[in-house]
């Protein structure tokens, strides 16, 4: 069946750093878009970042545009998500998105804290 199954949430301090990674089963991973979510508390789902089928392209938030690269190894069927400079603001579930023709699947979403 089909899986998204993020990890490398936590806690961290402003400043900080986490590496997010998410694990694709079940689909054609190397054929699909791959983005990142964050929902905060009582604020809607934004899109944070993007990566196309051959991550030759990227696309950002401007809220994190500069201190987050988004990559892909789709030998592994994973995409990450390097989140530097890591402020109160960015604390949020974090969610792996895949689309493509005909599909789309969400993770579960991993937990980022960030405070001292």
């Known amino acids: 069946q089909v899986q998204l199954v993020e990890s490398g949430g936590g806690l961290v301090k402003p400043g900080g750093s986490l590496r997010l990674s998410c694990a694709a089963s079940?689909?054609?991973?190397?054929?699909?878009?791959m983005r990142w979510y964050r929902q905060a508390p009582g604020k809607e789902r934004e899109l944070v970042a993007g990566?196309?089928?051959?991550?030759?392209?990227?696309s950002y938030a401007d809220s994190v545009r500069g201190r987050f690269t988004i990559s892909r190894d789709n030998a592994k069927n994973t995409v990450y998500l390097q989140m530097n400079s890591l402020k109160p603001e960015d604390m949020a579930v974090y969610y792996c998105?895949?689309?493509?023709?005909?599909?789309?699947?969400w993770g579960q979403g991993t937990q980022v804290t960030v405070s001292s």
């Open positions: 990566i196309t089928v051959t991550g030759d392209s990227t």
């Open positions: 079940g689909f054609t991973f190397s054929s699909s878009i």
């Open positions: 998105y895949a689309f493509g023709f005909g599909y789309q699947y």
